[in-house]
């Protein structure tokens, strides 16, 4: 992952869940595997971004990014709503 600051990653996250933001905020404090998720996920929202861009030679990766994008939001969502 880039160097990117805490609150552009979590401001991706947040996005995805706005109703949960204060407790994405401390899961992230407190949980080092939520940090790992959380970053996991903005790379794949970055990824995504990026071959959405490219004409159709991307396709397969939008959809492979499109699928791992879905399977984070999902271990996102069992975090927040444990």
Known sequence: MLMNSVEDLLGVVKKK???HA????QLYEEDKD???LC???FSCVQGLSKYKKLSTEGQQ????????MSALEKELHDFIFE
Do not use: L, T
């Not at 204060?22 to 905020?25: G, L, N, V, W």
């Not at 990766?61 to 791992?68: C, G, H, I, L, P």
């Open 39 to 41: 970053g996991d996920y």
């Open 17 to 19: 869940f706005p109703m």
């Open 61 to 68: 990766s939008v959809q492979d990014y499109e699928d791992a």
């Open 34 to 36: 939520f940090r790992a």
């Open 22 to 25: 204060s407790r994405i905020q």
